[in-house]
């Protein structure tokens, strides 16, 4: 499986630094060229399934990614963290009351919200169902061009939490991902089973192909 993780154009709110948690969240128009240029970029794709977080600036990102839209999954396991009585507030303001709670910030869960914990136990989630479909069931003699290609479009705070579960997997979670998820950023991660000739059982792989790639964020794309 070849694992294509997009975050979502740049909002309003984000240009603003607000907090946007569950709330919709509407695209700037700077995060709509984003999102158009993205759409040019995954235009040649052919993916096997797409998955999206179900909050409105991530499925009006999608549908300038991809045309059939309507074959998509709009999943509530694919949200942002939802940040309760903070939403709409600063997120500077809201860093300085995680900071001053004696809590770590992994652990932290505002009023109403949740913690990037929960966050991470979601992304688990989200992914056992991706390798149970796509990886644990595949042969592993498969060529590379067999991969299937699966799209997932959600935001920065969820594919945090699961880039930091796919580099445990890998073996490499004290590496940093360069940049995390900037807006319409593309991340692919290579899954699958590797071919052992010895008798033991097949183990699962994993390929950082490429990680917050925003070259075709460049004016130089466009039409």
């Known amino acids: 499986m070849d694992l294509y993780l997009v975050r979502h154009g740049e909002t309003v709110d984000n240009e603003n630094n607000t907090i946007q948690g569950h709330q919709p969240g509407k695209l700037s128009e700077h995060g709509i060229e984003q999102c158009r240029l993205t759409g040019q970029r995954l235009a040649t ?6 998955y ?11 549908q300038h990614f991809v045309k059939d839209t309507e074959r998509a999954d709009f999943n509530s396991l694919l949200r942002e963290k939802s940040f309760g009585k903070h939403e709409g507030q600063s997120l500077d303001d809201y860093n300085k009351i995680v900071q001053s709670s004696g809590t770590q910030a992994w652990e932290y869960k ?8 929960e966050v991470f136990d979601r992304a688990g989630q989200f992914l056992d169902v991706l390798l149970k479909k796509y990886v ?12 299937k290609k699966v799209l997932v479009v959600s935001h920065r705070g969820f594919l945090n939490e699961l880039m930091t579960l796919l580099k445990q997997k890998k073996g490499t979670a004290h590496i940093l991902v ?46």
């Open 136 to 147: 644990d069931s595949a042969d592993p003699n498969n060529s590379i061009d067999e991969y």
């Open 52 to 62: 999206c977080s179900d909050l409105e600036r991530a499925k009006e990102s999608l």
């Open 45 to 50: 794709e052919n993916f096997a399934d797409i």
């Open 110 to 117: 505002p009023e109403g919200g949740e913690s990037l914990k």
């Open 178 to 223: 360069p940049g995390g998820f900037d807006p319409c950023s593309i991340t692919i991660i290579r899954i699958n089973k590797n071919n052992v000739n010895n008798g033991s059982a097949a183990q699962t792989v994993y390929d950082f192909i490429s990680t917050n790639e925003v070259s075709h964020l460049n004016p130089q794309f466009s039409d």
